[in-house]
């Protein structure tokens, strides 16, 4: 079992920044990927950004070059940093991970983001 608490949501006006983080604790040394997802109200969650435990990261699109996904091993710690916040950013922000061998899946209980225009 992992458990992932996540904090640094909040509102901003656009154009601001936030940075999310994500603490995980559990099965911690069984941790292969970690990432942020989001959802919006009536959307499906959808995936923004992934780090794998050997440094390589994805990111969607449409945050490509805003936000920054980094990991901190030693803390067990994952964080989002959001530059340039849009609107289209608005959603609830959830912390995940998956675990080797089987790769099941942990979710935090996401932290609401909102950029006002």
């Known amino acids: 079992q992992v458990q992932l608490v996540e904090s640094g949501g909040g509102m901003v006006q656009a154009g601001g920044s936030l940075k999310l983080s994500c603490a995980a604790s559990?099965?911690?040394?069984?941790?292969?990927?970690m990432g942020w997802y989001r959802q919006a109200p009536g959307q499906e969650r959808l995936s923004v950004a992934t780090?794998?435990?050997?440094?390589?990261?994805k990111y969607r699109d449409s945050v490509e070059g805003r936000f920054t996904i980094s990991r901190d091993t030693a803390k067990n710690m994952v964080y989002l940093q959001m530059n340039s916040l849009q609107p289209d950013d608005t959603a609830v922000y959830f912390c995940?991970?998956?675990?080797?061998?089987?790769?099941?899946?942990?979710w935090g209980q996401g932290t609401q983001v909102t950029v006002a225009s």
């Open positions: 780090i794998a435990s050997s440094g390589s990261t």
């Open positions: 995940y991970a998956d675990v080797l061998p089987s790769f099941r899946g942990f």
């Open positions: 559990g099965a911690v040394s069984r941790i292969d990927v």
